[in-house]
């Protein structure tokens, strides 16, 4: 369903409910991938993904328009993504290192990769890295997103971008290579 469409059905009581089932079947298996990269564990994925969806149904007559509403829902998705991982680290009081390790286990234990070594290899050394290089990372590399696109969703400048997805390369390239 065409953006423009859904939005305008949306704001009508009597296709509200079907506008929103339409915009779940066109983003949810995106968002659940996209926020599953930041929070590894397929549980808390899929809980997070329902939240994003709770907060867009409660927020959608406020979308002003002025960016895609791909990029609000995916704004959306990683501020969720990013407050269940502060949310992870007070519930444990922990260091964000220990929280890294516990997402290390999740990644090993889960299905989020084959199995594949090189694969498993690449998901450690992302992990690694900080929360803004991983993030820019898998949204340019994974999920094939244009610089302006993620810096609407983060709201970071696009040279920042290029400078922390760069930074990231190398970082993952440096861990790759030591094995």
Same mark, same amino acid.
């Given at each position: ?5 859904l ?5 009508q ?14 983003y ?33 007559d ?6 895609q509403l ?10 969720e993504?990013?407050?269940? #991982?502060?949310?992870?680290?007070? *519930? ?8 890294h ?5 999740? #990644? ?25 290089? *991983?993030?820019v ?23 920042? #971008? ?18």
């Amino acid at each position: 369903m065409e953006e423009k469409v859904l939005l305008q059905e949306f704001k009508q009581p009597s296709t509200k409910e079907r506008a929103f089932r339409g915009l779940v079947a066109a983003y949810q298996e995106r968002i659940y991938w996209h926020v599953r990269k930041i929070v590894i564990a397929h549980d808390d994925a899929d809980d997070v993904t329902q939240e994003v969806f709770i907060k867009i149904y409660k927020n959608l007559d406020d979308f002003r328009e002025d960016s895609q509403l791909f990029t609000w829902i995916y704004r959306i998705a990683t501020n969720e993504a990013l407050n269940h #991982l502060k949310k992870m680290k007070r *519930r444990s009081a922990v260091s964000m290192d220990d929280v890294h390790g516990e997402l290390e286990n999740h #990644l090993t234990q889960g299905a989020l990769v084959s199995g594949d070594e090189i694969q498993m290899k690449l998901q450690k050394a992302l992990l690694k890295l900080p929360e803004k290089q *991983r993030l820019v990372f898998n949204m340019k590399y994974f999920d094939d997103l244009k610089y302006d696109e993620i810096s609407e969703i983060t709201g970071t400048s696009v040279g920042a #971008l290029k400078a922390s997805f760069h930074l990231a390369v190398k970082k993952i390239e440096e861990d790759l290579s030591e094995d």
